[in-house]
């Protein structure tokens, strides 16, 4: 099941066969295709248009912890045997985001339409990803569409715990060398300008440090606009050769995993939720080539993407997982065994769910030794940078005290 992100939303105002008025959203991707979609589905369109698409909305304050809860409260009430639509019903009144609220209602009335709830909800892929809706197409198919949510919750609770570790344990030294740029350009801009006034008025030569950071202040200012421009052009350029070129992406992801200290945990957590992601769809249900498809769109790395597109050609052509993962080197011999006793005893979920969880503790551990570390290394930079400015400009003050 493939998903088109690339489909506008329009809002459409109707009549059902009963003669009821139905006011909601659909999504496709032209007006002519929304027009033939609700002609399908019964309804004489009296108004269609295509509602705006600012490009900063995003998901407009929908958040991962949003579809998780959401998750979470459809299983609880399927399972108190409150039928579909009356649990999104509920679940929209008790919505405070208006766009999670119009979403949730967009859903329900597609499932109104005739729509199932996997169709309904690839309607909204900035939302609900190809990997939550396959596992609720599987659940639906199968007749374990609440099983499959209870999984899908603790996956993205998983995930998202993850997650916010890697970013707490990267907000701090981001902080503190947007500080130390800030610091040493204010020093280079207003504080060692005035530092060279008063130490062109002494007879002597400087210390060469101090002339050294005096020369780069002047350069500083006077070249500071063509450095914004050139940094600006540089990001341009960066990002237009990334969009373009996929070797320059290829390039840039296997530096990433190959940089000491950092490579290894990217590694790890790119192998940690690969596994889960994979063991959660197969045990959802899904054939396992597509298991694979959607789990390498949970992976962000081009170099595995790359290794898991071979993998679901060898594994369509008739390998099994085990000979399939065995040829792609950027995998781990311990996880290449893992898997092959898993097939071997026929227990490869459980035995991935395993490996999902050794990953994702090894990345724990791997944070709890990284994280302590952080903090002094990049005071120190910070030292280096701002203490290094200071003693260079108090350098020549140092050397009168000593003359007199």
Known sequence: MMINSNKRLYSYLGKSSTGKFIQGKIRAINIQWARHQLRRKGIKIQSIKACWNLPFSGNQGIKANDITLLTQQLGLLLKAGVPIRRSFTILAHSIKKPAFRQVILDINNDIYLGDSLAKALQNHPRQFNAIFCNMVEAGETSGTLIQILGRLAKYQQQDQSIKKRVRKALTYPLIVLIVALAVSAIMLTQVIPNFAKTYSKLSGELPYITQFVIDLSENFIQASPLILVSLLTLIGIGKLMLKQSQKAVFFIDSLLIRLPLIGPLLRKIILGRFISTLATTISAGLPMVTALESSASSVNNRCYQTAISQII???????????????????????????????????????????????????????????????????????????GLLVAMYLPVFQLGQIF
Request: glycine share 10%; charged share 20%; net charge negative.
């Open 313 to 387: 050609e060898d594994v369509t052509s008739g390998l099994s997982l085990q000979r399939a993962l065995g040829k792609q080197v950027i995998f781990p011999i311990t996880l290449k065994q893992m898997v092959n006793v898993g097939e071997e005893s026929g227990s490869l979920v459980s035995i991935l769910e395993k490996a999902g969880q050794i990953f994702e503790q090894e990345v724990e551990l791997a944070l709890d030794t990284i994280i302590p570390l952080i903090e002094p290394v990049m005071m120190l930079i910070l030292g280096i940078l701002v203490g």
